[in-house]
């Protein structure tokens, strides 16, 4: 997949004691372009490029870590005025290649140009952004709460910024594929673009070159799912189906369908929440206990289930019924021997006397939890707050919209804590980061897509939109606002744009536009578990719908505009 390069303007230019310094807004993988006079004396320039910024407006010459900075010593060329940097260079010892056309990239924002009689003029100055085709106009939202718009802009730059390569990179100091971070890289590109392609080539590369965390090899499954829910085609999983079925790991199960390995949990590993001894300093290593644990066995549980619709969907229906089998057995093993009765929430393994936020949260995303248990687990998982990774983010956030604890989730979304989105933002970073502060992973990067859960949380449970067919010929759209006093969005599948608009409040509004060949159930959220101001109107009309939890339900919606209210007697 050959990437496309973008040249952008700066945002802003100045010249600082002989220094041209250029803000171009963002951080983006590319180069930069400078077009000078072709008449210039002989001699050199020196050109730095960074992401970060000192505190007098400089930028980092040593940011720490990973955060990227590099500084270029130009020859002046006799008869040509165009320079890019960074120049050709000897091949980085990194599995992702950039294409010969290309040539190597490096994430900036910043750029300074020093040493030249003549300072560069800003319309010769630009950012050759590279990226894999990227529609911007395909999502949009925009709620009331400036924080949460300020990190799905974060998020959704992210998704265009880190597409450089063609396929799912972790971040620029490993560019490697993994599996984790792909499936939540897919889900929030996705979200903001539906085009497969690099999910698809990733999940190809990540066939032949796997790595080694257990919960990653379930990854596997839920991207090649993710892929088919969202696209309506199975050729992934029938092409690939028996490499995909040995993901399960089904091997390491003992008799009563619980697998024996240990897991990554969380990484870093100091964001396990203490994960099997209560100590957040215990176990640094990369993969821990205990040998029955309960972070392993929700992610078999949840792969058994996706794997039974791949193999429905490939054309292997005894299968697709093996697998809903198995997962049957482990789930009815899982609460058997994880939950704990007298405290009303799940430890974290076989023998285990510690409960962490992981073994709780996987537990309650995946479906695990019965119905008289989900109030104890959904508290605990509320209570525990982001005591887990950007990465762990995903499925705490899915745990909390699926227990119908919006609320929670958005204020984790919306905080300004050190373990939040925003916090990324207040230290400069313009792409979602690879941990929640330096501190936790003094080496992290500003440039890991693993970061960008809010933007498909938003699409799919804030705005509510997911497929309950693969290939969204029928879609939900169930918004969970929590306490946002209105939004608007747009999200982009396979049949065309969904868009919703909501208005809260007691006379509570929702406009959706259902794409051509699509119909859709339409769950429209009660204030409070209240009816609100009375009856339903559907396009001014009153209509009878079903009751479901704290939500009235209208189904086989066809495609277009309507309009819900609650109103009138």
């Known amino acids: 997949m050959t990437p496309e390069v973008t040249l952008l303007p700066p945002v802003k230019t100045e010249v600082r004691g002989g220094v041209f310094f250029a803000d171009f807004g963002q951080d983006a993988y590319g180069k930069l372009r400078l077009t000078l006079p072709e008449s210039m004396d002989s001699g050199d320039f020196t050109v730095r490029l960074g992401e970060k910024l000192k505190g007098d407006g400089t930028i980092d010459r040593h940011p720490g870590g990973s955060v990227r900075y590099a500084e270029f010593h130009v020859p002046i060329q006799t008869g040509s005025g165009v320079y890019e940097l960074p120049p050709a260079m000897p091949e980085r010892r990194t599995p992702v290649q950039m294409p010969q056309e290309i040539g190597e990239v490096a994430p900036f924002r910043y750029a300074e140009v020093e040493g030249l009689s003549t300072p560069p003029e800003a319309k010769g100055v630009r950012q050759a952004f590279v990226h894999a085709h990227f529609r911007e106009d395909a999502s949009a939202f925009e709620c009331s709460d400036a924080t949460l718009n300020a990190v799905?802009?974060?998020?959704?730059?992210?998704?265009?910024?880190?597409?450089?390569?063609?396929?799912?990179?972790?971040?620029?100091?490993?560019?490697?594929?993994?599996?984790?971070?792909?499936?939540?890289?897919?889900?929030?590109?996705?979200?903001?673009?539906?085009?497969?392609?690099?999910?698809?080539?990733?999940?190809?590369?990540?066939?032949?070159?796997?790595?080694?965390?257990?919960?990653?090899?379930?990854?596997?499954?839920?991207?090649?799912?993710?892929?088919?829910?969202?696209?309506?085609?199975?050729?992934?999983?029938?092409?690939?189906y028996e490499a995909i079925e040995?993901?399960?790991?089904?091997?390491?199960?003992?008799?009563?369908?619980?697998?024996?390995?240990?897991?990554?949990?969380?990484?870093?590993?100091?964001?396990?929440?203490?994960?099997?001894?209560?100590?957040?300093?215990?176990?640094?290593?990369?993969?821990?206990?205990?040998?029955?644990?309960?972070?392993?066995?929700?992610?078999?549980?949840?792969?058994?289930?996706?794997?039974?619709?791949?193999?429905?969907?490939?054309?292997?229906?005894?299968?697709?019924?093996?697998?809903?089998?198995?997962?049957?057995?482990?789930?009815?093993?899982?609460?058997?021997?994880?939950?704990?009765?007298?405290?009303?929430?799940y430890v974290d393994g076989e023998g285990s006397g510690h409960a962490s936020l992981h073994a709780n949260m996987f537990a309650l995303a995946f479906g695990l939890v019965p119905p008289d248990r989900q109030k104890s687990v959904a508290d605990f998982v509320e209570g525990r707050g982001m005591a887990c990774s950007v990465y762990g983010a995903q499925y705490l956030l899915e745990a909390l919209y699926k227990s119908g604890r919006a609320d929670a989730a958005l204020k984790l979304m919306t905080s300004h804590e050190m373990r939040s989105w925003q916090h990324m933002l207040d230290l400069g970073s313009t792409m979602t980061m690879e941990a929640w502060d330096p501190s936790i992973k003094p080496n992290l990067t500003w440039n890991h897509a693993w970061g960008s859960a809010p933007a498909n949380i938003i699409s799919r449970y804030v705005l509510g939109v997911q497929p309950l067919e693969a290939g969204y010929g029928k879609i939900l759209i169930a918004p969970q606002p929590g306490g946002l006093a209105w939004m608007n969005g747009t999200v982009p599948t396979a049949r065309g744009p969904v868009e919703v608009r909501m208005q809260g409040g007691a006379g509570m509004r929702l406009e959706v536009n259902i794409p051509a060949g699509a119909t859709a159930m339409v769950k429209v959220p009660l204030q409070n578990g209240a009816a609100g101001a009375g009856a339903l109107l559907l396009n001014g009309k009153a209509v009878v719908p079903r009751r479901e939890g704290d939500a009235l339900v209208v189904d086989n919606l066809p495609a277009g505009r309507t309009v819900l209210q609650m109103g009138g007697r």
């Open 152 to 240: 799905w802009k974060l998020c959704k730059h992210t998704m265009e910024a880190t597409s450089a390569f063609g396929i799912y990179i972790d971040g620029d100091r490993e560019r490697k594929p993994y599996e984790a971070d792909a499936y939540i890289n897919f889900l929030s590109h996705m979200a903001c673009d539906a085009d497969p392609g690099v999910g698809r080539a990733t999940f190809v590369y990540l066939l032949g070159d796997p790595t080694w965390p257990t919960e990653w090899s379930f990854h596997m499954v839920m991207l090649a799912e993710a892929e088919y829910e969202a696209t309506g085609d199975a050729g992934l999983a029938r092409q690939n």
């Open 246 to 345: 040995k993901k399960l790991l089904m091997e390491k199960a003992r008799p009563d369908g619980l697998l024996q390995a240990p897991g990554i949990i969380d990484w870093p590993a100091s964001e396990r929440d203490g994960y099997d001894s209560g100590d957040p300093h215990a176990a640094k290593g990369p993969m821990m206990g205990p040998e029955i644990n309960t972070v392993v066995n929700a992610f078999y549980f949840h792969a058994l289930m996706k794997m039974s619709k791949l193999a429905k969907a490939a054309g292997h229906a005894d299968d697709a019924l093996t697998f809903t089998t198995k997962a049957a057995q482990v789930g009815a093993a899982f609460n058997r021997v994880f939950y704990n009765e007298g405290r009303g929430c």
